[in-house]
């Protein structure tokens, strides 16, 4: 089916690299509509200024894209810096983000289409908390919640009390997002993207040959590449998941989420046995399949 799907993407871009690439992904996907961009975690006008120059490359100066929260909820590390702001701030940009505005966004665009928006997240969950305290029945109305986030299986390395950096960077708005317990709700954990993964030269390599937006992203991932020798496809492996669903394999469950021990905040645990399973993670991926996937949308 080529039907579109319409999506919202809630991004912490600017931070790890993965966010701009699954962007580009967005922006190449055929099948999505792509209602808008929001901000999240310390400056986040400098992370709207970073997907819109994404979108611009991608030759899509049509989608909206609003500033979120800075700051956690109540207690965390939040993530205050945007190193890959480095890559575009000599370069002409937009800065015309006013503060604040991406809940009442999420909010309105929701309620606009009931039962046809996917939400999809792959930052903290400042955000996603935040909308559904100011309005408990958006998660009735969304498509689908899908989530770059937690670590449900010791699997990759992962000891037991591995906590992941999204669920880890905002504890209670992850808490609170995953007790909201809206339909389809998805979560792409870290015990399976980590097996995503390319080296640096293979991606410089497949960046310039795609372009467009990936050209940008090529820019950004100069900054990362400083400290990383490669590039793993967390976020793009979620969003892929909205539109292959069968690029995974997923249990149900149960996802409860630790936020009162200082630590262990942010750790995610699965219960397959619960009596309630209101919640999908996936279990495995096919790392190659997967990013057949991924450069066949994008190009390069």
């Not at 969950?125 to 029945?137: G, V, Y």
């Not at 200082?262 to 990013?291: C, M, W, Y």
Request: with cysteine; proline share 8%; glycine share 8%.
């Amino acid at each position: 089916m080529n039907t579109p799907i319409p999506v919202l993407l809630d991004t912490d871009i600017g931070s790890d690299i993965d966010d701009a690439v699954c962007l580009a992904y967005l922006l190449r996907q055929q099948r999505c509509e792509l209602l808008g961009i929001t901000t999240v975690t310390g400056d986040t006008a400098q992370r709207a200024a970073l997907a819109a120059a994404v979108c611009e490359a991608g030759g899509r100066t049509d989608v909206p894209i609003h500033a979120g929260c800075p700051n956690v909820l109540l207690t965390g590390p939040g993530q205050p810096l945007v190193p890959q702001y480095e890559a575009i701030r000599n370069r002409p940009h937009r800065k015309d983000f006013a503060p604040a505005t991406a809940v009442e966004f999420l909010r309105q665009t929701i309620r606009a289409r009931p039962g046809a928006v996917t939400l999809l997240a792959i930052g903290p969950l400042t955000n996603i908390a935040a909308l559904f305290a100011i309005d408990p029945e958006i998660p009735g109305l969304l498509k689908g919640l899908m989530l770059m986030c937690g670590a449900f299986t010791p699997a990759n390395g992962l000891g037991p009390a591995a906590r992941e950096w999204n669920a880890f960077l905002d504890p209670i708005a992850t808490a609170m997002v995953y007790r909201a317990r809206p339909a389809n709700f998805v979560s792409i954990g870290l015990d399976v993207t980590l097996s995503c993964v390319l080296p640096a030269q293979i991606c410089r390599e497949r960046f310039t040959k795609a372009g467009g937006a990936l050209g940008v992203v090529g820019a950004l991932a100069e900054v990362w590449f400083k400290g990383r020798p490669e590039i793993i496809f967390h976020d793009p492996l979620a969003a892929a998941c909205i539109f292959e669903p069968d690029l995974c394999v997923y249990r149900d469950g149960l996802v409860s989420v630790e936020y009162q021990s200082d630590k262990l905040f942010g750790l995610t645990s699965f219960d397959a046995k619960a009596a309630e399973k209101p919640h999908r993670i996936a279990a495995e991926v096919n790392p190659q399949r997967f990013l057949e996937h991924y450069f066949a949308t994008v190009g390069g």
